[in-house]
């Protein structure tokens, strides 16, 4: 019946909203082609104002009893500079505001307008009336701290700053801090996305989305060279969102000072004259004018148009959601369309930055690249490593490389972490890890962007995007003054981007889509089919991923030679020795004295290619050894085991110890090694640990890729189940041969693939890189 409802209410809409949609968007396009044509962008002029005093501008409608309490706390604050003034802007009230100004505060100046201009219209007043070059805006409910002014007034540190907004509390501690100061935004799905963020580690000026209409300090001149507040969005909301992204767009900078404090009380007159209803029509319609005037790219506005229609036509059958457009605030849209083309073709003369980039110059990573001088030779460096597993304790091996390297990294750079975990339990683990890092943060695992049938991001992307991680990552490269981006796994490329000056690593620990297509045989079809589609979206990513950073780490050779077929152009920024070794100090040498005739099988089952492969040893090879060896035994470690009544029974042949804290014991003492892999990319450190701690190892081919080529006699291997069981039984018979075999692979992991020595070689590939980078133009 809601439905039934919704449908004979919005049918009109609904049967012209597609022609009516198609004469916007034909009329945005010629608007733009005629800008093109004979419009012309103006430059703009910075200069640096007089930071010296301010004007409060305090836009008043029907406000009286806000004005008596909030008035004298900032009368206080501004006093001690007889330069500083309070313009108090009445907009027409009814209850008498502006007579109660003029008699209890003398002090204060008074605008008293005829009638009702609105928010925008009426703060567009008090900028013209303002007698500084700075004006504080600020809302009649907003208390403010007595040192609230000083911090905005010392934010304003060159003529590139536009405005700087205060840190917002609520008097009540219990509520949640919808409104913070500090804003963020983005594009999404054709629609712009805005947000406060409630973040304690930031203890500077941060930058941010747009300066707060109700508690932010505006340089006078070049808001009003924008034009102030526009009357398109009247009679309010998203008026500061527009001022602030068009100051972006022009090449300014917008802050956040948390040292500027200021309590907003309740939300004053709007909630109390209007109702939520036509709040809420206003905001929609102000969503969409928001982008017809400011979004220029021509795939941005059509992103817009089209799923803003798509939205409005969901919202008729799903109901509304905040989430997309509606018929009705189409239709209000529609009805301010010429004024709309107007401030368009304003908004074109006055942007001198495209869109994508007025975005990314608000997030912190970007903000440093942009506008800080980046050091291109600093005696030691910064370095962010952002890891999307915890690191400590090593549960697999991508874990062993990445816990090795902070270990070396940290000696010799500035290190900080960004690590995700699974719950706040593995947060201890890494107190290990404190002597070698200048800072640890955590994320607790990520729910990521919701399943989207069709979706061509893959599930392992999705999986772990989110907008707190990528705030916490651009908050650590502004805070930390970092200098390179260590990023490990292709999951978590998607934090990259177009960055001038810092450098950005990724190491490619497996390649994504290569893992897929190596696991698809051994899947049943309908997974198989899932998987074929996973892995051409793995495809389509990581290829267009890759390019985005300076250099990509990987495995091996092998690794950098797959990769370059596909993007020969990536080959010289490929490097394949710079990541995957082990401290080989760490590990006791111990060729001889092991227990006779035992096997051992090294993994976490987290990963799908080890469940694979030991299901595949328990099924074909295992049975081999046993009719050969009665009395051998296969010891299998690794953290989440499957459930032992779900393996074969071999009467005490197989031993499931799962996790083991130490691993380095069962590598001293048993007989073999085994890694039968069929799927998966790059280097097995278990088998680097085996070669380290002296156990010969049988692997398949693709376990030990990249270890085996250029004539290397470290590792027996062998790829059917026959030649796989023949080969252990070889070293089982023949330990002088397995002993070899065992000092000719500690040999080759000294030489070539020590951490110690592979980090040092990374720190320099950083140096070199931030130089390359610092001697570019931008």
Request: charged letters at 20%; glycine letters at 8%; aromatic letters at 10%.
């Amino acid at each position: 019946m809601a439905l039934l409802a919704r449908l004979l209410r919005n049918l009109p809409l609904l049967v012209l909203s597609p022609i009516l949609w198609t004469l916007a968007a034909l009329f945005i396009t010629l608007a733009d082609i005629a800008f093109r044509l004979i419009g012309r962008t103006r430059p703009p002029s910075d200069t640096m104002p007089d930071t010296s005093a301010a004007s409060v501008v305090i836009p008043n409608w029907n406000g009286r009893d806000l004005l008596e309490k909030y008035l004298p706390p900032l009368i206080e604050a501004m006093a001690g500079n007889p330069r500083n003034e309070i313009v108090v802007v009445d907009n027409g009230s009814a209850d008498g505001s502006a007579d109660f100004v003029r008699g209890a505060f003398p002090s204060v100046r008074l605008v008293a307008l005829p009638e009702n201009l609105g928010f925008g219209g009426g703060s567009n007043r008090g900028f013209q009336e303002a007698k500084n070059d700075i004006v504080v805006l600020l809302n009649s409910d907003m208390r403010v701290d007595r040192g609230f002014l000083q911090p905005l007034l010392d934010a304003f540190t060159d003529e590139k700053v536009f405005a700087v907004s205060s840190q917002i509390f609520f008097s009540d501690p219990g509520k949640k801090r919808e409104e913070t100061g500090l804003t963020q935004a983005w594009w999404s799905s054709g629609f712009l996305r805005v947000r406060h963020v409630e973040d304690d580690q930031i203890n500077e000026p941060f930058p941010c989305f747009y300066p707060g209409g109700g508690s932010s300090a505006i340089d006078r001149r070049k808001f009003l060279s924008l034009g102030g507040f526009d009357h398109l969005l009247r009679p309010f909301y998203l008026e500061d969102t527009d001022i602030g992204y068009m100051a972006w767009k022009r090449g300014w900078k917008v802050y956040y000072q948390p040292a500027s404090k200021v309590w907003h009380e309740h939300r004053g007159t709007i909630g109390k004259k209007f109702s939520q209803s036509y709040i809420d029509g206003v905001l929609y319609k102000n969503l969409i004018l928001f982008c017809w005037k400011n979004i220029h790219s021509f795939s941005g506005i059509c992103s817009h148009l089209l799923n803003s229609w798509i939205g409005a036509v969901l919202s008729v059958l799903a109901g509304h959601s905040m989430e997309r457009a509606t018929l009705g605030g189409q239709w209000r849209a529609l009805l301010q369309a010429p004024g709309a083309l107007r401030s368009r073709w304003r908004a074109r003369s006055l942007a001198v930055v495209e869109d994508a980039e007025a975005f990314r110059r608000s997030l912190g990573g970007y903000h440093r690249d942009r506008f800080h001088q980046i050091e291109s030779a600093p005696e030691r460096l910064n370095v962010l490593f952002i890891s999307p597993y915890p690191i400590s304790p090593p549960l697999h091996g991508g874990g062993v490389f990445m816990n090795q390297t902070v270990r070396h990294l940290g000696r010799l750079t500035n290190l900080h972490l960004v690590v995700l975990v699974d719950s706040p339990n593995e947060i201890c683990a890494h107190d290990e890890l404190e002597p070698f890092t200048k800072t640890q943060e955590f994320l607790v695992r990520l729910e990521g962007l919701p399943a989207q049938i069709g979706s061509i991001q893959p599930f392992a992307v999705r999986e772990f995007a989110s907008k707190d991680l990528e705030w916490l990552i651009h908050r650590q490269i502004y805070l930390h003054r970092i200098h390179a981006v260590q990023v490990e796994y292709t999951n978590m490329g998607q934090y990259a981007g177009p960055y001038n000056r810092l450098a950005w690593f990724l190491f490619e620990h497996d390649i994504y889509f290569q893992s897929i297509s190596r696991g698809l045989g051994s899947m049943k079809p309908v997974a198989r089919i899932k998987g074929a589609f996973e892995y051409l979206r793995a495809l389509r990513y990581e290829l267009a991923l890759l390019p985005v950073f300076d250099r990509v780490q990987t495995c091996t050779e092998e690794n950098k030679d797959y990769l370059a077929s596909f993007l020969p152009e990536l080959a010289p920024r490929i490097d394949p020795h710079l990541r995957a070794g082990i401290d080989v100090s760490a590990y006791r040498f111990t060729p001889d004295g092991r227990r006779p005739k035992t096997m051992l099988f090294l993994g976490s089952f987290r990963h799908e290619p080890n469940r694979v492969a030991l299901n595949w040893f328990l099924k074909h090879i295992l049975p081999a050894v046993l009719a050969a060896e009665p009395d051998s035994k296969l010891i299998v470690i690794g953290s989440d085991p499957p459930p032992a009544h779900t393996l074969p029974d071999f009467g005490g042949a197989l031993e499931m110890q799962g996790f083991v804290a130490d691993i380095k014991s069962p590598l001293r003492e048993c007989a073999v090694f085994v890694c039968p892999i069929l799927s998966g990319s790059g280097i097995r450190v278990k088998l680097l640990e085996a070669f380290a701690s002296g156990i010969p190892a049988v692997s398949t081919t693709i376990g030990a890729e990249g270890l085996t080529g250029n004539g290397l006699d470290i590792c027996r291997v062998a790829d059917s189940p026959d030649a796989f069981a023949r080969e252990i039984l070889r070293l089982f018979e023949n330990p002088d041969d397995a002993s070899a075999l065992a000092r000719r692979a500690r040999g080759y992991v000294e030489e070539e693939r020590d951490m110690a020595r592979i980090t040092a070689e990374l720190e320099t590939a950083y140096r070199a890189t931030l130089n390359a980078k610092a001697r570019r133009p931008c």
